[in-house]
């Protein structure tokens, strides 16, 4: 929309642009245009647009090929998106954006999220898009300029911060244009940048345990001038050593530590892991075609040699019917970042079904669950589909909260049975190999 287009607009809806709900509309449709080409659209895409206003960008989503949802928090702009809009497949939604639950999104498609956002809660915005139970893929925003600059800080600047180093753990962020205020109307009294934000792949994560790395991280920043060993306690081992080992001064303040030395210090403070050892060591029952024990024998030859062993998965329901899925970490050796059942695991050696099942909620989950609470659904025969395991599916109800074993699950979180259905027909690489026959089978 040009200019004209938008005071005659606002005049029709007899609408004074409000600063506290950051309405400043972009009037520049060569930007809003080239905005819109930095999402790299493709067949198959799910976009979403935070508060389009009057829908300048909106007109150039609705010329590619993506399904497209609006979320306007001001019900008379989202009634004129409807208006406007009428006929087009777009689905707009009225209501706060920091309060849009980002669940219903899974199964969608590649999830791109574009917009202006207003200044006043961009950061409560961003962290509900990059958090682990956000789906997106790519976010193509308009910031605030200073607010841009520490997103993309670097170390030893004064717009490096604790947003930056949390942010850039897990995306890759990148300025790709300056706005000046006015391209906007009402021009704001404050320069905008367009940010880009792209998820890390997994080769470029490095592990670590996330909410104890947030909590340093915060920590250091906490006072910027005074030397990071003053601010964090580092009694269970040598600073010095650290400090020459990780590569930083002894007397380096939180600034000067990028973001790779920083998850190196997190992981001094709890080291990752070691899954390959404690992999090593479990003992699995081997059985026979019939479930009956062979034998006992260490992960690994079970693996290596196919033997039939044994395996639980649990489904945890809400009151309200929705099936609790649990997304794997990365630091899993078989299916990393993959969702899955609430929570699944081998039965160990000498261990029974039921044994196992309310042992790993409670070392994946933190909850004790009585095993009379557990009801089975069925059971798979082995077969090499399901990696030559039994597989024996028990359901309870539980409400929550879990306590996540940082090693096992990233996130997690209740979805309706429906909405899994669609989700694992839709985007099944989404999904662990098992899960993908296990839910099948007992979703229906």
């Known amino acids: 929309m040009i200019l004209s287009e938008i005071r005659s607009a606002l005049n029709q809806l007899e609408l004074i642009p409000s600063k506290g709900l950051g309405q400043n509309f972009l009037h520049d449709q060569n930007i809003a245009r080239w905005f819109t ?45 409807e208006t406007r809009f009428a006929g087009k497949d777009v689905t707009i939604i009225c209501e706060d954006a920091t ?64 947003m930056s180093v949390c942010l850039q753990r897990a995306w890759n962020i990148k300025i790709i244009k300056r706005l000046p205020s006015s391209v906007y109307y009402p021009a704001p009294k404050v320069e905008s940048a367009i940010v880009r934000l792209t998820p890390k792949t997994q080769s470029e994560l490095i592990p670590c345990e996330i909410e104890f790395f947030e909590q340093l991280v915060r920590r250091g920043f906490s006072e910027r001038r005074k030397q990071l060993r003053k601010l964090i306690d580092s009694s269970s081992f040598s600073w010095k050593d650290a400090a020459e080992r990780i590569g930083f001064s002894e007397t380096a303040r939180a600034e000067e530590l990028s973001v790779e030395q920083w998850i190196a210090l997190v992981n001094l403070y709890r080291p990752p892991p070691d899954i390959q050892a404690q992999n090593a060591s479990e003992l699995f029952d081997v059985v026979d075609e019939n479930d009956q024990v062979l034998s006992s024998e260490p992960r690994g030859t079970v693996h290596v040699n196919n033997l039939r062993h044994r395996a639980v998965h649990i489904l945890i329901f809400n009151q309200a019917g929705e099936l609790f899925l ?3 970490t990365i630091w899993k050796d078989k299916n990393p970042g993959k969702w899955d059942s609430s929570t699944a695991g081998h039965v160990d050696a000498g261990e029974s079904y039921l044994e196992a099942a309310v042992r790993e909620i409670r070392e994946e989950l933190g909850v004790e669950i009585a095993q009379e609470t557990l009801k089975p659904v069925l ?54 190999p098992v899960f993908k026959i296990c839910g099948e089978k007992a979703l229906g």
């Open 37 to 81: 080409q930095q999402l790299s659209i493709e067949q198959g895409d799910y976009v979403v647009e935070i508060g389009p206003g009057l829908g300048a960008i909106s007109e150039f989503l609705l010329q590619s090929e993506a399904k497209i949802t609006l979320i306007e928090r001001d019900r008379r702009l989202a009634n004129f998106l």
């Open 326 to 328: 649990q997304k794997r």
């Open 99 to 162: 309060r849009f639950d980002t669940r219903q999104l899974f199964g969608k498609g590649r999830v791109k999220v574009i917009g202006n956002l207003p200044y006043s809660v961009s950061t409560p915005l961003l962290e509900k898009f990059t958090n682990a139970l956000s789906p997106a893929c790519m976010l193509v925003l308009g910031l605030q300029r200073e607010l841009a600059d520490r997103l993309a800080a670097q170390p030893r600047t004064k717009e490096y911060g604790a």
């Open 379 to 432: 059971k798979l025969p082995s077969s090499p589909e399901i990696g030559f395991e039994f597989i024996q599916i028990y359901r309870t109800v539980y409400e929550g909260p879990f306590t996540f074993a940082s090693a096992e699950v990233e996130t997690g979180a209740f979805f309706s049975l429906s909405q899994i259905r669609q989700w694992l027909r839709a985007m099944p690489d989404d999904f662990t």
